[in-house]
């Protein structure tokens, strides 16, 4: 039997040789090549175009059978909220409802004595009715906690992860999902592996030999199109299709480049357009070989835990670098944590205090395509970038703003507060004030305290005013 075995053998290593040339060629050709010089041949684009087109007909098949069968496809709320708030000021507030409790007291009783005036300065029962209401609708409607969660979609992409309430609507409509699945673990997922794999493997490799060479324009120019095709592989290992704005304002040397946060691949998306200096901790393992790598042909800021606290040690080396024109801009994210493509955060005021130029970045990811926001209490980063890796697509759009300067008697979280406007007002997200850091912590006592100020400055205030007169 072995002799007949034997050529079935040859020819079963044969087909597996030609497979595997063919496919690294491919990659090579179409893939690796054009990363290296930044070249694109369309086929990212035409897929997307293709995939909107399976989108609008899916979500039209799937609201047609959902209405025939009476299914609730989507959430009846969105993330727009389910309370109609208009931005009042605190006084105004409770002058109306001051108003509003001394028309009713007038309207049930014939008497003629005057009662005291909706502006009055002293305290109220009515008063504690605002703080009740403010206390329900922030627990009915929290403008917070639901920035830590994936948004839904008004429209279905084929992806279960997507729609909380998908059902069996009809047998083409499954059989088309079950096609996606196949595409997109059979071959989508296998093929961005390999990608993924390729471009950190390049970037470890070459790195290391690049800083072997003495500190010069050379070993910076090899470093920064190191960088480049390395990130432009791994964008490609996403299928990450990239819009970007307003190159003029592309961050410069000696400068900080700040932006809201997402996603961890918001810095592959930032650095697959231009070399940014990184700053964060000291990891171990694979992350850790990578930042030891990439620091030895580029000068990055990594911090070891115990270092990170200092916030002195921090912005002193920050200092350092942004004073050297010669290196690449630092790269910031200063909500500290990520948030759900919705919104902008507080920005922390610590890189708002060196006194460097700023060059905000706005980024906006379309979550048609896949849901890039990493909710890290629920996923660890191997399931996330396992997710990514499974979607369709990653599709974005990136804006850089103008450079902006602290002004004159500006404080550090003024300017910060300014930046975060801008960035969320070109990115079409909701400027929030509060920290990112509720998504862990409590909320500080500083925030219950500035209430309390507020409502105090308007009685204390109106005294004042009244003892004048």
Known sequence: MGPFMSPFNNLLCMLLGISFTVWFTLLLVFIIVPAIFGLSFGIRSLYMKMLLKVFKWATVRMERGAKEKNHLLYKPYSLNGIIAKEPTSLEEELKEIRRNGSSQDLDGSASLTTGPSPSSSEFEMSDTFYFCRRGIESIVDDEVTKRFTAEELDSWNLLTRSNYNFNHISTRLTVLWGLGVVIRYG??????????????????????????????????????????????????????????????????????????HTSPIDIIILASDGCYAMVGQIHGGLMGLIQKSMVKACPHIWFERSEVKDRHLVAKRLSDHVKDKSKLPILIFPEGTCINNTSVMM????????????????????????????????????????????????????????????????????????????????????????????????VKDTFKEEQQKLYSKILVGTQEDRSRS
Not at 216 to 226: C, I
Not at 368 to 375: L, P, Q, V
Not at 383 to 408: D, F, G, H, K, T
Not at 409 to 431: H, P, S, T, W, Y
Request: aromatic share 12%; hydrophobic share 45%.
């Open 187 to 260: 071959f989508l997922l296998p093929l961005r592996l390999t990608l993924a794999i390729t471009g950190v493997s390049l970037l470890v490799v070459f790195t290391t030999m690049i800083g072997f060479l003495p500190n010069g324009r050379v070993k910076n120019f090899l470093s920064e199109k190191v960088h480049l095709m390395c990130y432009r592989i791994c964008v490609r290992a996403l299928t990450a299709i990239i819009t970007y704005h307003h190159s003029e304002n592309k961050p410069k040397n000696g400068g900080i480049c700040v932006a809201n």
């Open 347 to 442: 920005f922390k005021k610590g890189s708002f205090e060196i006194g460097s130029t700023v060059y905000p970045v706005a980024i906006k990811y379309d979550p048609r395509f896949g849901d890039a926001f990493w909710n890290s209490s629920k996923f660890g980063m191997v399931n996330y970038l396992l997710r990514m890796m499974s979607s369709w697509a990653i599709v974005c759009s990136v804006w850089y703003l103008p450079p902006m300067s602290r002004q004159e008697g500006e404080d550090a979280v003024q300017f910060a507060n300014r930046v975060k406007a801008a960035i969320a007002r070109q990115g079409g997200l909701v400027d929030l004030l509060w920290d990112g850091g509720l998504k862990r912590g409590k």
